[in-house]
């Protein structure tokens, strides 16, 4: 077995074959598949009941990559139509999700073509635009709306992602609005609501004190809709980092799913917590 900071040997034996096989100066990737598989398996048995697990494939998209992760994890998080390709050629077709910004029309139309779950929506002019492909299309899209809430500081990240301006998400003052917007679209459905406020969060702690705080909000968020009964879902994104410098210093995610499932049994009503991680 290979100490924390070494390579495993497959990967060393594979490395040193195919230099053999190089004539000019190597330049790979190497990945170790089963080693993948394990620790997607690890992750997904520490989550509580009611809690699943989405791969954001904009972390690795190689189609080898996919084909281990889809038959674990429950779904598939995509943010481009290059994305949507590669998702939907897998091996193992899994349900997805639309994220992101910078959704085209195209993109958009060609989601709802290939069966998408749901969007992610970022912004009202988006929810208008999705309304306007929906309705030509004949089809009723279920949608969660991203939100960009005011964050405590002490919940600050390497990458704060919510909590000031920025391109991702509804800023919450407009929440109401925004929630209005999807109720009045004969062609969309509010199901939930999406979080990604940090990445790179290496403290398990702080990421608790996070999921804690978008819980506390999870029966306000829910109550602006017209049939709150209809929102079942929180995603939570992902934002968990990886300790490269130290590899065997990592983010304890055993003790995030403990407490998460803790917070969980708290609440009355309880949403569906999705994770979406890439690293």
């Known amino acids: 077995m290979a100490e924390p900071n070494e390579l495993p040997r497959s990967i060393l034996s594979a490395i040193e074959r195919y230099r053999q096989q190089c004539s000019d100066p190597m330049a790979a990737f190497f990945y170790d598949l089963p080693a993948l598989a394990a620790h997607a398996n ?62 085209l029309d195209a993109d958009m139309r060609s989601a709802i073509e290939r069966g998408v779950e749901a969007f992610h929506v970022e912004s009202l002019g988006e929810i208008a635009r999705l309304q306007s492909i929906a309705a030509a299309l004949g089809h009723t899209q279920p949608v969660l709306l991203r939100i960009n809430p005011w964050l405590p500081e002490s919940f600050s990240s390497r990458l704060r992602m919510a909590g000031t301006a920025t391109p991702f998400g509804i800023d919450e003052a407009q929440l109401p609005q925004a929630v ?90 309880p949403p569906r917590v999705r994770f979406e991680i890439g690293r």
């Open 42 to 103: 690890a992750m997904k048995a520490a989550l509580p009941p009611g809690v699943e697990l989405y791969y954001a494939i904009k972390a690795n998209s190689e189609p080898a990559i996919i084909d281990t992760l889809a038959p674990i994890v429950d779904g598939l998080e995509l943010s481009s139509g290059g994305e949507i390709e590669r998702a939907c050629r897998s091996a193992t077709p899994r349900p997805w999700v639309l994220s992101g910004p910078g959704k």
């Open 180 to 269: 209005s917007a999807v109720d009045n679209a004969s062609n969309l459905q509010l199901c939930g609501f999406h979080v990604h406020a940090m990445s790179h969060q290496t403290s398990e702690q702080r990421h608790q004190q996070l999921l804690a705080f978008y819980l506390e909000r999870w029966p306000s968020w829910r109550a602006l809709a017209r049939y709150p009964e209809q929102l079942t879902q929180l995603n939570v994104g992902g934002g968990i980092g990886v300790n490269y410098r130290q590899p065997s210093h990592q983010f304890d995610w055993a003790s995030l799913c403990n407490a998460l499932g803790q917070q969980l049994d708290t609440l009355s009503e």
